[in-house]
DNA sequence: CAGTATCCCCAAAGATACTG
DNA sequence: CAGTATCTTTGGGGATACTG
């Protein structure tokens, strides 16, 4: 990262926050849209779940990369963990109330995705077209 | 990817959308998350720019990465690409209709991050004091 | 000016093994 | 069960050089 923390710009909001927001809202995407958060909110927006339950219905995450998404998504504070000193240990994770307020503009961007994905779709045809013909 | 393409599913939306969905938004998520794309965006947001203008004032992007960057939006059809043919070689490039209408979603988005930062600070810092105390 | 082509590097994903 | 530790692999980001 350059020149960042530009804090005293006047934020045009013409884009959705100023260049200091910029950074701070591209991360908060980054951590949604990596490969495997999503599917790990999505699970738990079902209802609390354990870590191996997890990891069964999500199929073919491994170990580490579970471990790290669930540990990034509780160090933003989308998701609680719970444990409860039984042998054997017993670790819930959910969602916490601010994980599910993250979802309704979330859910917002998903219906834009949804309702405008024939125009996305056109736009790569129309772009693999162009590639082809030149 | 493994087995994916749960498209039998009855789509619970209860985050946004069915596993399918799931996939097609994170994909979409993940392009506007990226390093560079949200800070192209946001300049092409202002106006129509050329390649060494919009570079000038990213600052520290190299012309492969930018290059790239753009492709995959134009590709994705957020972006459209001029070419005038003069010399030396003239290439504008700008949001197209899609890609503003995508910026109200994505407002929205930025919004919540916006107003939901302290929590979301307050969340690291927590998770940050567990792990120290602990 | 606006790129493509090449090579390098490193962080993150993944596989595997081990532990409280 | 719920992880951490360790090793390997991979591909995106970056620097540099070259081209229409």
Redesign the interface.
């Known amino acids: 990262m350059?020149?960042p923390d530009n804090h005293t710009e006047t934020a045009?909001a013409?884009?959705?926050?100023g260049?200091a927001?910029?950074e701070?809202?591209?991360r908060?995407?980054?951590r949604?849209?990596?490969?495997w958060s999503?599917?790990v909110?999505?699970m738990l927006?079902?209802g609390p779940c354990r870590f191996n339950a997890l990891r069964r219905e999500i199929?073919?995450i491994s170990q580490k990369v579970l471990a790290s998404t669930l540990r990034d998504l509780?160090?933003?504070?989308f998701v609680s963990r719970t444990v409860t000193p039984v042998t054997p240990p017993q670790v819930e994770y959910a969602l916490?109330d601010?994980g599910r307020?993250?979802?309704?503009?979330?859910?917002?961007?998903?219906?834009?995705?949804?309702a405008?994905?024939s125009?996305?779709e056109?736009?790569?045809v129309?772009?693999a077209a162009r590639r082809a013909g030149n």
């Open positions: 350059p020149t045009p013409c884009d959705g926050g260049s927001a910029c701070h809202i591209s908060t995407l980054a949604i849209s990596d490969k999503m599917l909110v999505r927006g079902r199929g073919e509780e160090e933003h504070g916490t601010l307020e993250f979802l309704d503009p979330v859910r917002t961007l998903a219906e834009w995705v949804m405008n994905s125009r996305m056109a736009a790569r129309a772009y």
